[in-house]
């Protein structure tokens, strides 16, 4: 099937105001950070007569930047009960809202002296990243045809660069990164969230919950002839009817029940392996602290907002490449190179900080594995865990999987925002090791364990995964690996003398 405009229309849309969003909240509270710390040094003095110490100021901005994070987790808890109750559509309408909210608590923070307001509006961001990060996968991917679904599902991806790209834009001195434009340079995110929460009630519903979940054949024939521009769309409802009867016993899985559930272990696993590999991976504390890294590298401070610029630019155009590509390649392949070279870049990182004292060139070295795990991580990891975590589960499951692989996802993030700066004052150069272990070992498991779901519908990526036994043999426990649609997945076989097996 080829895109349609309200399908490119609704996916660039979502896209544009929720998904950038999250891209622009991980990076603005870069370049402004000398200024938030002095308007809280500033603050504190004002009401105790005295300023904060280094530790404790350091403290109150590390809670600034991972707050976020802490809302995220919060607002991934919800997806669950938004996407049943209101659909995709009306989840991500009214989590719009929150982002104006949170647009006035920061934008007022300065002038009522109140450090507090940055702090709730950051975590009120948080909510609605939290919210909108697993439901605007799952809305895509439930109105894409399997032949987009992956060009359509990394679109987000884009947007999340595209947010970062933004905040590092208008974060330079010559824009809004000037002392008495940070409360707007924060509040600048309810500009995307108005646009959709005004345009987005012009496009259906997922017609995936209409028929499976509401059971509105009706409503979700109209909603289908919208996306795919063709009268001709029984193939597609038919497809969904069979996914339905196979749910017809089954109620919508709650969280404790998809854990306990074997016949999903493994791609609950996969999910959480994803989620949790693509932020200890260390990417968000390189935009947390892209700065700081570079000061560290040597770069001379007043070239730091322009290399870190460049930068996002990159992002992008790996992103683009990434969103391009995948229906060509595959999942798998853009995931394991991109896990592959953040893993590499990591421990480049660390080489280069330890000999740029004796080898001064060393320090371009840095920026480059910067540069890289930057472009390696908006190739894949950054979006395609987002749309696996949609292909992996039928209709039933799959609130339940976002709400898994979303909370892991943002208290990784948290605790990596929180603890980075204290891990880089203790450990030094060796800390981009520890992500550089994550990353490998993440791209081995997808290697190992998740097959190919390019081209394929819910319902045989299901029969995958139903059809495969991985084998634990004898006291040695070797996992038996064979060859799964040409890729090294594992696959229902048996070996002599297993023990037990588990599927």
Excluded at 30 to 56: C, D, M, V
Excluded at 261 to 276: D, F, G, H, K
Aim: hydrophobic share 50%; glycine share 10%; charged share 10%.
């Amino acid at each position: 099937m080829h895109l349609t405009f309200p399908l490119l229309s609704v996916t660039l849309l979502v896209s544009f105001g929720s998904s950038m969003l999250y891209g622009y909240n991980l990076a603005v509270v870069n370049s402004p950070a000398e200024h938030i710390k002095a308007f809280y040094n500033a603050t504190w003095s004002q009401r105790f007569g005295h300023g904060l110490a280094p530790g404790p100021l350091t403290l109150l901005y590390a809670l600034t930047v991972s707050i976020f994070a802490l809302g995220g987790l919060g607002g991934s808890l919800l997806v669950g009960l938004l996407v049943e109750r209101y659909g995709r559509n009306g989840a991500l309408s009214r989590s719009a809202l929150l982002v104006l909210l949170a647009g006035g608590f920061m934008g007022f923070s300065r002038e009522l002296g109140s450090p507090e307001m940055v702090i709730i509006g950051r975590s009120i961001t948080g909510l609605h990243s939290g919210i909108c990060l697993s439901v605007v996968p799952l809305y895509l991917g439930e109105i894409a045809p399997k032949n987009l679904r992956g060009f359509l599902g990394l679109m987000p991806s884009i947007f999340i660069c595209l947010g970062v790209f933004s905040a590092q834009v208008l974060g330079l001195p010559e824009l809004l990164g000037k002392d008495r434009f940070w409360p707007l340079f924060l509040s600048m995110v309810v500009v995307p969230a108005s646009l959709q929460l005004l345009l987005l009630h012009c496009f259906p519903e997922s017609p995936r919950y209409l028929l499976i979940e509401r059971n509105d054949v009706c409503g979700a024939t109209k909603a289908l002839h919208r996306f795919l521009g063709t009268p001709e769309v029984q193939d597609v409802i038919e497809e969904m009817k069979e996914e339905q009867r196979s749910l017809s016993s089954m109620e919508m899985v709650s969280v404790w029940q998809l854990l306990r559930e074997r016949s999903v272990r493994w791609q609950t696993l996969s999910v959480v392996v994803l989620n949790a590999g693509m932020q200890l991976s260390g990417i968000d504390a390189i935009w947390f602290y892209t700065n700081t890294i570079f000061e560290n590298a040597g770069i001379p401070v007043s070239q730091i907002p322009y290399t870190t610029m460049g930068t996002g630019a990159i992002e992008v155009v790996a992103g683009l490449i990434g969103c391009f590509t995948i229906e060509r390649v595959g999942r798998r392949p853009l995931i394991i190179t991109g896990f592959c070279a953040m893993g590499v870049c990591s421990a480049g990182i660390t080489i280069s900080l330890l000999l740029q004292a004796a080898l001064p060139w060393m320090r371009y070295v840095s920026v480059a594995c910067v540069v890289g795990i930057i472009a390696g991580f908006c190739m894949g990891p950054a979006g395609v865990p987002f749309l696996m975590t949609a292909e992996l589960f039928m209709q039933s499951h799959r609130p339940a999987a976002y709400i898994v692989g979303g909370s892991l996802n943002w208290l990784c993030n948290f605790t990596v925002g929180f603890i980075f700066p204290f891990l880089q004052m203790s450990a030094g150069a060796f800390c981009y090791l520890v992500f550089c272990g994550v990353c490998l070992l993440v791209a081995l498991y997808v290697y190992l364990v998740i097959p190919e779901t390019k081209n394929k519908t819910f319902m045989e990526i299901s029969h995958i995964f139903a059809s495969r036994r991985s084998v634990l043999s004898g006291p040695a426990h070797l996992i038996g690996m064979m060859k799964l649609d040409g890729y090294g997945a594992l696959e229902s076989s048996s070996l002599e003398g297993s023990g037990s097996s588990l599927p």
